[in-house]
């Protein structure tokens, strides 16, 4: 899902003018100062979530003060002249020319081994599809179509289509979409078909990244409690390292943040301070500081000494220290001595 730095993209703050104002909302403000079907050709580059969040800037633009207005525009000058003028037409003017140079068929190989890739109109297509109309292509769909449908939506979506699913093809649908890395171009095509009639015009593409156990975590993070723990459970049946693998995503080391202050302290007085050294020794300053403060004077100075002796660590050695970390925290939240903020009204 998009942010406000993408979503400004061209509308960063301006350094050295104005106070800057949050990128989205000086996104809306030009967007409102625009002819309106220039406003609306700047919208269809965008995916749905960056529209739906200016859209609900725009309505608050419509009440902006004249230093917003000069603000927005201040930080668009600034970042507009660090665009460079190759930027602009960059694909057409480089197919054109390669087309010129080998020929239309081994331009197009070349290109499609070099280009970035671009997500199918068919899968666009599902981003801006209702949670009933997804559910249904889920529930009447082969699971793996029904996988690949659920990889591309953003998460609290995808959560919410699967939720009225049966028990055994939702466990299904996860298990398929964790397994997933790349999909090729006849699986898409096969998408194509099951969409056209919904007037989605195909495309050919190479096949693309997506899916897996990190994808498939942040929409588990957003089910209700009672229907995430089923199918880790359902999964674990099926393939325990594939859904150990979906746990550890769901929550990882840098989601320490959300804990409040006192759960932090809980977890971290049963972490061996020398694993907490190599753990925190490959995060920042400010996730240092967190976790340092719930801690005794005595013991957070033991650490920093700890840390400051430490030279080269190894990356594989940081990972395994904070795997063992939210090993426990994970424990700790099961056996209730922690809660962590999960989907929906509930808790995991």
């Not at 309106?36 to 965008?46: F, S, V, W």
Request: charge should be negative; hydrophobic fraction near 50%.
């Amino acid at each position: 899902m998009a942010d406000d730095t993408d979503v400004a993209g061209e509308i960063a703050p301006a350094v050295g003018l104005r106070p800057a104002i949050e990128g989205s909302a000086a996104a809306a403000i030009l967007l409102m100062l625009l002819e309106e079907g220039d406003a609306a050709t700047i919208l269809k580059h965008l995916d749905p979530d960056e529209v739906r969040l200016l859209a609900k800037g725009m309505f608050d633009a419509a009440n902006a003060s004249e230093t917003q207005i000069e603000q927005a525009l201040d930080q668009f000058v600034v970042r507009s002249r660090d665009v460079s003028a190759l930027a602009i037409g960059a694909e057409t003017r480089i197919r054109t020319v390669i087309n010129q140079a080998v020929g239309n068929v081994r331009a197009d190989n070349i290109l499609a081994a070099v280009a970035p890739q671009s997500s199918a109109a068919s899968l666009e297509m599902l981003r801006w599809m209702d949670v009933e109309a997804i559910s249904a292509l889920l529930a009447s769909e082969h699971p793996q179509v029904g996988a690949l449908i659920l990889s591309v939506l953003i998460p609290d979506v995808a959560a919410r289509a699967i939720e009225t699913l049966d028990e055994v093809l939702q466990a299904d649908l996860v298990l398929r979409a964790a397994q997933l890395t790349t999909v090729p171009a006849a699986a898409i095509e096969d998408l194509e078909s099951v969409l056209a009639s919904a007037n989605v015009g195909g495309q050919r593409v190479a096949k693309q990244p997506i899916g897996g156990p990190s994808d498939v975590a942040k929409i588990m993070k957003k089910m209700p409690k009672s229907l995430s723990e089923r199918t880790i459970r359902a999964l674990k049946k099926q393939d325990k390292l594939l859904a150990q693998a979906i746990e550890e995503e769901m929550f990882i080391f840098e989601n320490l943040r959300e804990l409040d202050k006192k759960s932090i302290g809980t977890v971290l007085r049963s972490v061996d301070a020398a694993i907490l050294a190599v753990a925190l020794k490959g995060t920042d300053a400010d996730m240092v500081d967190l976790c340092l403060s719930t801690m005794s004077q005595r013991a957070s100075e033991t650490i920093r000494d700890e840390m400051a002796e430490m030279t080269m660590v190894k990356r594989t050695d940081v990972d395994e220290a904070q795997k063992s970390i939210m090993q426990i925290v994970r424990q700790m939240a099961a056996s209730g001595e922690i809660m962590l903020a999960g989907g929906g009204d509930d808790y995991v």
